[in-house]
C-alpha cells in the first residue's frame, strides 16, 4: 500500500517537473512577449495591488515613522469611531441622495438623446448636433465648474442678469444649501449627457435594419417601431449601465464637488470622497479615512453584486 | 406625411435646445472675456460683447505664474502621453496573443483593478513610499494605465489577421519586432484614439496635483485656474473684503478658462472624427 502511494508520488512528481520543464521552454519561447508584459505587471502590483495591501492601515493606528507594517493593530476601533459619529452619517446620508437624484435626473437623459438623434434621418444635422453636445465632456472640471458659477455670480452671471431684468433679486446660489444638489445634478447633465449617449447610439447602430423594413411592412407606426424594436434593442444596455451606476451609489464625482462646494454648503455638499481628501490628507488622519475608504468599496461592491442578482432575475442581463 | 414631418420638427428642435444649452455656457464665458468688465457688472452683458477689448489677454500673457504653469501642463501632458502609451500599449500587445501562456490570469490580475481599489490614502501613502512626491512624474506614473484603455487596445491587436505574424515570423521576426513593425502601423487608428484621450486627461487632470504636489514650481494650469477662478468667486461669495479687493475682473477670470480650453478646442475636431468609432468598439467587444 505504502509503496504505491510513493509510486505515485514519484509518478507526480516527475510529472509535476515535466509540467514545470514545459512551462520553461514555453516561457523561452515567447521571452518577448514576457518582456513586453513585465512593466505593465509590475505597475499594476505596485500602483494598484499596494494600495490594496495598504487598506489594513484602517485597523491599525498608523504612524509614519513605523510604517504601514509597523503600525500597531488596533481591531475595529476606527470603525466604531465612525458609527458613533454624526458627521459620518451626514456625509452617507448627501453622497447617497446626490447620487440618488443623478439616478433619477440624469440618467435617463444620455438615454433620450441617444432616441432622439436615432430620429434623425439627416446626417449633416445629426452630426452637428453630436459635435456640440459632445464638447463639455472634454473640458476640465475646473474650467466647467468655473463657468458655472460665473453663470450664477451674484453681481456678473447671466442667470441674475436675467432674472434681474425681469425685475427679481439676484440670488447667491452657489451660497445657498437648497441650491446645491440642483447645481450639481443639471451641471452633470449639461457637462457629460452627450457624451453619455455614445454608448446607446453604439447600441441602437447594431439592431438589424430589416427589423425595421419588416416592421414597415407589416404597417407599424414610428411609436410601433420605437416600443417593439428600438427600446427592447437598447433595454440590456441600459439595464447594464444601470447595474453599474448603482454600483457607484456611494462614489460621486471628486473633482465636480470639489470644484463647486464651499464652507458654506458641507452640510449638504460634502460627500464621502471629499470628506476622505479633508479629513485624511488634510489633517493627516490616515487609519480613520482608510477605514471610510473601506467602507465605501465594501458597500459600493455588495451593491454591485446585489443588483446584478435582481437584474438577472428579472431581464436575464447581467454583469457576470 | 404632414404628422411625420412634424414629429421630425419637435425631434429636431429638442435636441436644437439641448445643444444650446450645452454651448451656451461656454458662449458666455468667451463673450466676458472680450467684454467690459465694468459693463458687465451693470448687468448689461446678453448675447453679444459689450465693449469689445482684448486687454485680459495681454494681462495673462503677462503674468509670469499663467506662462509657467502652461509650460508645466505642456511637459506633463507629453511625458504623460509617453509613458501611458510606452506601458499601455505593451501590456495590450502581449495580452492580446491568445496562445501565450497565463494570458488568462494576467487578464483576471488588471480586472481585478476595476472593482477594487485601495482608495486615496493608501494610494497617496504608496506614493509617497516611492519618492514621487513633488516630482513631475507624480503626475505621470500614477495614472500611467488605464484598464479600460488596454482592454481597447487589446481588442484592436486582437482583430489584426493572424497570418500577418505567421509570415514574419518564418521569415525569423521576433515577437517585439513584430509588434513595432506590424502590429503598432496597423493599429495607429486605435493608438490616435487612446493617444488623445490620454493627452486630454493630462491637460484636465488636478486632483493628482492637489494630492501628490506642492511646490509652486509645479503649479500645473488647472490648480492656476482654480486659484484664479474658483477661489477669487468663493472669497468673494464669503464676502471676504480682504480677497475681495484682490478679485481680479471677471473678464481676465473668463479669458483664462478660455486660454486653458483653448488647446482642447484646437485638436477637438481630430479628435471628433476618432473617438466615436473607438468608443463603439471598446463598447461592443469590452
Same mark, same amino acid.
Given at each position: 500500500?505504502?509503496?504505491? +502511494? ?101 440618467? *435617463? ?26 464638447? *463639455? ?94 427600446? *427592447?434593442?437598447?433595454?440590456? +444596455? ?83 | ?185 496597423? #493599429? ?53 473684503? #480682504? ?7 471677471? #473678464? ?8 486653458? #480650453? ?25
Amino acid at each position: 500500500m505504502e509503496s504505491t +502511494t510513493n509510486l505515485q508520488s514519484a509518478a507526480g512528481q516527475r510529472v509535476r517537473r515535466k509540467s514545470l520543464a514545459a512551462a520553461w521552454s514555453a516561457a523561452g519561447k515567447h521571452k518577448y512577449l514576457y518582456a513586453l508584459l513585465l512593466p505593465g505587471i509590475v505597475w499594476y502590483f505596485i500602483f494598484r495591488y499596494l494600495p490594496m495591501y495598504g487598506v489594513i492601515i484602517a485597523f491599525k493606528d498608523y504612524n509614519f515613522s513605523k510604517g504601514i507594517w509597523g503600525s500597531p493593530w488596533v481591531g475595529l476601533k476606527h470603525f466604531e469611531f465612525l458609527f458613533r459619529n454624526q458627521d459620518f452619517f451626514l456625509i452617507v446620508r448627501n453622497t447617497l441622495l446626490i447620487n440618488l437624484y443623478e439616478l433619477i435626473f440624469a440618467f *435617463p437623459v444620455p438615454v433620450i438623446l441617444a432616441l432622439l438623434l436615432n430620429e434623425m434621418k439627416n446626417v449633416l444635422f445629426k452630426r452637428s448636433i453630436q459635435t456640440v453636445i459632445y464638447f *463639455p465632456h472634454f473640458l476640465s472640471w475646473v474650467v466647467f465648474g468655473g463657468i458655472v458659477i460665473q453663470l450664477l455670480s451674484p453681481n456678473e452671471g447671466l442667470v441674475n442678469n436675467v432674472l434681474r431684468y425681469f425685475g427679481m433679486e439676484p440670488v447667491f446660489f452657489m451660497s445657498k444649501s437648497e441650491y446645491f444638489r440642483p447645481i450639481v445634478v443639471i451641471s452633470s447633465i449639461l457637462k457629460e449627457s452627450g457624451w453619455g449617449a455614445i454608448i446607446y447610439l453604439a447600441a441602437l447602430s447594431s439592431i438589424d435594419p430589416e427589423q425595421y423594413e419588416a416592421a414597415t411592412i407589416d404597417g407599424a407606426n414610428r411609436w410601433h417601431k420605437l416600443a417593439y424594436i428600438t427600446l *427592447p434593442g437598447i433595454s440590456n +444596455t441600459v439595464v447594464i449601465m444601470m447595474i453599474l451606476k448603482v454600483g457607484y451609489l456611494l462614489d460621486v464625482g471628486f473633482e465636480q464637488i470639489y470644484i463647486l462646494y464651499n464652507p458654506s454648503v458641507y452640510d449638504v455638499g460634502d460627500v464621502l470622497s471629499t470628506y476622505i481628501y479633508r479629513i485624511g490628507l488634510q489633517s493627516a488622519q490616515f487609519s480613520v479615512t482608510a477605514a471610510i475608504g473601506l467602507f465605501q468599496s465594501v458597500i459600493g461592491f455588495f451593491l454591485i453584486w446585489s443588483t446584478n442578482r435582481l437584474a438577472k432575475k428579472f431581464s436575464e442581463v447581467s454583469l457576470w | 406625411m404632414s404628422v411625420k414631418l412634424s414629429a421630425n420638427v419637435w425631434i429636431g428642435a429638442l435636441l436644437v435646445m439641448f445643444a444650446i444649452l450645452t454651448f451656451l455656457p461656454f458662449y458666455y464665458v468667451m463673450l466676458a472675456s472680450v467684454s467690459d468688465s465694468n459693463l458687465i457688472r451693470e448687468g448689461e452683458l446678453m448675447l453679444w460683447p459689450k465693449g469689445f477689448n482684448l486687454k485680459a489677454y495681454g494681462l495673462i500673457f503677462d503674468n509670469a505664474q499663467f506662462l509657467h504653469s502652461f509650460a508645466v501642463t505642456v511637459t506633463r501632458t507629453v511625458l504623460g502621453l509617453a509613458v501611458n502609451l510606452l506601458l499601455q500599449l505593451t501590456i495590450a500587445y502581449a495580452l492580446s496573443r491568445t496562445y501565450l501562456p497565463g494570458r488568462k490570469m494576467f487578464m483576471i490580475y488588471i480586472i481585478i483593478t476595476m472593482m477594487f481599489n485601495g482608495g486615496i490614502v493608501p494610494t497617496f501613502l504608496i506614493v509617497k513610499g516611492t519618492g514621487l512626491i513633488d516630482t513631475i512624474w507624480a503626475l505621470v506614473i500614477p495614472s500611467a494605465i488605464s484598464t479600460w484603455n488596454v482592454i481597447l487596445l487589446r481588442t484592436f491587436f486582437e482583430n489584426v489577421p493572424s497570418s500577418l505574424e505567421e509570415s514574419a515570423k518564418m521569415d525569423g521576426a521576433n515577437d517585439i519586432a513584430i509588434f513595432i513593425k506590424i502590429f503598432l502601423p496597423l #493599429s495607429l487608428p486605435a493608438i490616435m484614439t487612446i493617444g488623445l484621450f490620454v493627452a486630454v486627461h493630462h491637460w484636465n487632470a488636478f486632483m493628482d496635483a492637489v494630492i501628490y504636489t506642492n511646490s509652486a514650481d509645479l503649479k500645473v494650469l488647472q490648480l492656476f485656474l482654480r486659484d484664479m477662478v474658483i477661489k477669487m468667486e468663493m472669497a468673494a461669495l464669503m464676502g471676504d473684503m #480682504s480677497a475681495m479687493s484682490e478679485v481680479s475682473s471677471l #473678464s481676465i477670470r473668463t479669458a483664462s478658462i478660455f486660454l486653458a #480650453s483653448l488647446p482642447i478646442l484646437a485638436v477637438y475636431p481630430f479628435i471628433q472624427r476618432f473617438f466615436v468609432k473607438g468608443m463603439m468598439v471598446g463598447a461592443v467587444k469590452g
